[in-house]
């Protein structure tokens, strides 16, 4: 990969949808970048082309669209309507649907090692799927049903190793789950409670929850969300993320910046050891870059909106970013977009 | 960068000085406060006592959202996430995170067309529960602070008004304005019991009882021999109340509910806290008020009202069953009400700010019209279209309910003020 200079962040290029895009993905192949979100429709972004803007191509949910996974010409997306949809890329054809959990559907991961998809819904379940098929392959079912405080609880993150071994999932009270593909055995259960505030006078709502999650090269595992919140409005806590040795339910290291914000995302480029995190809250969008020696950020970008979901496109190198109203795309040039 | 107003919380506790000074305050103030004149006030409304009508206020702080509530849009930008769910009504849907109060909406009068325009929160929050616009001269009494005062029971020894708000956030203690400190609310705040309301360590109840025979006995030559006689009896009310609170620690105390109720209610803190409220309600406190904070989402509003829409339906629903059950609904007025609502465009934080142009509120119990939803906005939520209400309509609704005409008048000084603000009318639809 082409090394790069975080300094030099810039907001190249930004392209509008209507309403909030939650998710994306990338087929690096075409350079065509996909996002979804509020209104249901899956957009494009064709960003190889010189002033891409974003095409409404399908809307197979009628609720929010929660996450994308690319699977070779096929765009998987899953939403609060509870529906796993596969879709042909190239002619927006719905390939098929599955009714995938007994409420929302909150994230998905690809595991390409296994040929299968994990999804995370308001049923409190994890659950895996054929790829290919579409057919459900096994069912995990260790989240806690409400939290502490007897209210409703979510699972927001998943993340797969690459080896397709490991699926962690991350829910709103600060729990994470390692479960072994293979056996189904729940492999170790860590508790990250900065990441959940709740107090019983002063902040009497649950706030965070664990947002992103990320398996390293090494197997460690990366968490993201909200530090401690300060103020009862919601995202009003540092932006945080820590690295995990979940084998011994060790924190090793804590990334956090006093811009108050939530990572919604992480990304993680293991040649240049350099965690992105982005996000949004109380002080503005944010996008912050660390390496894994200091608790600060070595740079933080300003996006023009809240980021929702990114992806690291290596080869340029750029970010392809989806949040609010629509996309972004950050280069590394320093260079701005020439305005007409 | 702070893009969002927040609360600032101020975090009091009940204090026996601070209680006994309040009315002891209101004792002089009846005498001397400056413009006020007792002889004044509207005659005690003895036909209300002798029904034992009673409040309820249900205080939402921070603003609820009307979307994910009482006027939900489904399927539009503006409506969020959440599918709506059919109502005891026909043809009105609610939120699907109600539905035990869907099942009772022939029990609730819904008005969905408030346009109260002041979105921060303290002067709306001073709106809404006074039904007053701010004035420079004058401080009108919070909502419940009149009731109370129109309501109580004569010779109760219980207090009239008792506010409990156990969280921080708006947290407001109910302003008794141009009223007398006499009609100050009991606060509960940092716990569901009074404190400081034991006798002193080493003090048996005889000693105290001998102490209160003395003082009696002292007041009543110090009032036989010097001018001053209604100081006197203001003292004496006092301490007769003081008196009252100190043997009514066991109402205060949920141990003494059996374990079947606490869990009818839930174990969460509104749960706990509107049992209490259902148990001064039917032990005679005319007023009460119960407030449950951290509605401000600014930030995940959704992830917010799944957590609190849930609890405050189950809560209701079972209050207002339990007071059926009890036959107390009937001559209990339940006033549902926040400081405004939230916006209908959903901010780059899934939150959804702070709107006042058109948002909802409910009702149920005495003088209410069950079933009966009033008002409309647009197909997006964003103006009303049928029905406007402004908060001294609310006011007015609710003093109505309970019989008392809001256009009866307190004199203060020189000026008379009525209850609720001249231009406000009742909103007759949802009235018994």
């Not at chain 1, 860590?190 to 006078?201: C, I, R, S, V």
């Not at chain 2, 930008?77 to 005891?88: C, H, K, L, S, Y």
């Amino acid at each position: 990969m082409t090394a790069f200079d975080p300094q030099r962040a810039t907001l190249q290029h930004k392209a509008e949808t209507p309403g909030i895009l939650f998710a994306s993905c990338y087929d690096a192949a075409s350079g065509n970048y996909y996002g979804a979100g509020t209104d249901g429709a899956v957009y494009r972004l064709a960003t190889r082309a010189e002033k891409p803007a974003a095409e409404k191509r399908w809307r197979h949910h009628d609720n929010y669209v929660s996450a994308l996974g690319w699977l070779d010409g096929t765009v998987v997306s899953t939403g609060y309507d509870r529906q796993l949809v596969w879709t042909r890329a190239e002619s927006g054809e719905k390939l098929r649907s599955s009714e995938a959990h007994d409420g929302w559907v909150r994230d998905l991961a690809l595991i390409p090692a296994r040929g299968q998809i994990a999804t995370v819904g308001d049923d409190l379940l994890v659950k895996l799927w054929d790829a290919g098929s579409g057919e459900p392959v096994k069912t995990f079912d260790g989240h806690a049903k409400q939290t502490p405080e007897g209210f409703a609880t979510a699972i927001y993150a998943l993340a797969a190793s690459a080896d397709g071994k490991l699926l962690a999932s991350g829910d709103r009270i600060g729990e994470v789950c390692i479960w072994e593909l293979d056996s189904g055995r729940l492999a170790a259960r860590l508790k990250a409670p900065e990441f959940y505030t709740f107090d019983p006078q002063k902040r009497s709502r649950s706030i965070g929850g664990i947002r992103a999650l990320l398996f390293l090269p090494d197997g460690r595992l990366a968490i993201g969300g909200l530090g401690p919140v300060s103020n009862v409005d919601g995202f009003v806590g540092p932006a945080r993320f820590e690295i995990w040795d979940w084998q011994n339910a060790k924190m090793l290291h804590r990334g956090q910046d006093k811009h108050h914000a939530i990572l919604d995302h992480l990304e993680y480029l293991p040649e240049l050891s350099l965690m992105i995190g982005g996000g949004g809250g109380d002080a503005g969008p944010f996008l912050g870059f660390w390496n894994l020696r200091s608790e600060a950020p070595l740079h933080k970008a300003k996006p023009k909106s809240h980021i929702h979901h990114f992806v690291f496109d290596a080869a340029s190198p750029r970010i392809l970013a989806a949040g609010h109203a629509g996309f972004q795309i950050w280069t590394f040039t320093g260079e701005e977009e020439k305005k007409p | 960068m702070r893009r969002h107003s927040t609360c600032q919380p101020a975090e009091h506790a009940l204090h026996r000085r601070t209680f006994l000074g309040g009315l002891f305050g209101g004792a002089a103030a009846t005498l001397t406060l400056g413009g006020v004149s007792l002889a004044g006030e509207v005659p005690a409304a003895s036909d209300l006592r002798r029904q034992q009508k009673r409040a309820l206020f249900i205080w939402l702080a921070g603003g609820a959202s009307q979307f994910e509530m009482w006027d939900p849009k489904p399927g539009r930008e503006t409506g969020g996430p959440f599918r709506t769910i059919p109502t005891a009504v026909s043809g009105y849907r609610v939120c699907e995170l109600m539905p035990h109060l869907a099942a009772r909406m022939n029990q609730l009068a819904v008005v969905r067309s408030l346009n109260t325009q002041i979105s921060e929160h303290g002067q709306a929050a001073d709106l809404m529960s006074t039904g007053w616009p701010k004035e420079p001269a004058l401080e009108h009494p919070e909502l419940g602070v009149v009731l109370a005062k129109e309501l109580a029971l004569e010779g109760s020894l219980l207090p009239d008004y008792v506010s409990l708000f156990a969280t921080t956030e708006g947290r407001r203690r109910p302003a008794t304005g141009f009223l007398s400190r006499r009609h100050s609310p009991l606060l509960l705040e940092e716990s569901l019991q009074p404190r400081n309301i034991d006798l002193p360590a080493g003090l048996t109840p005889e000693q105290h009882a001998g102490r209160e025979e003395l003082r009696a006995s002292l007041s009543s030559r110090f009032a036989e021999q010097r001018a001053g006689g209604e100081l006197v009896q203001g003292y004496n009310e006092a301490y007769a109340r003081v008196r009252g609170l100190m043997r009514s620690d066991e109402l205060f105390d949920l141990a003494r509910e059996p374990a079947a109720a606490k869990d009818r209610y839930g174990r969460t803190p509104f749960g706990q806290h509107c049992l209490l409220a259902r148990r001064l309600l039917e032990a005679g406190v005319p007023m009460v008020k119960v407030a449950r904070g951290f509605w401000d989402s600014h930030h995940d509003n959704f992830e917010s009202h799944r957590e609190l829409v849930p609890d405050f339906d189950r809560v209701l629903s079972v209050l207002l069953d339990d007071l059926h059950e009890r036959g107390l609904l009937d001559s209990t007025l339940v006033i549902v009400l926040s400081e405004f609502g939230r916006t209908p465009k959903i901010n780059e934080d899934v939150g959804r700010d702070h709107y006042a142009d058109a948002w909802s509120c409910a009702f149920a119990g005495c003088g209410i019209r069950g079933g009966t939803v009033y008002g409309q906005t647009d197909e997006d939520g964003v103006k009303v279209v049928e029905g406007e209400a402004t908060a001294g309509d609310v006011a007015a609704t609710i003093f109505r309910a309970v019989g008392i005409d809001p256009a009866r008048h307190y004199q203060v000084g020189p000026r008379p003020v009525p209850l609720a603000k001249e231009d406000a009318k009742p909103i007759k639809a949802i009235l018994a």
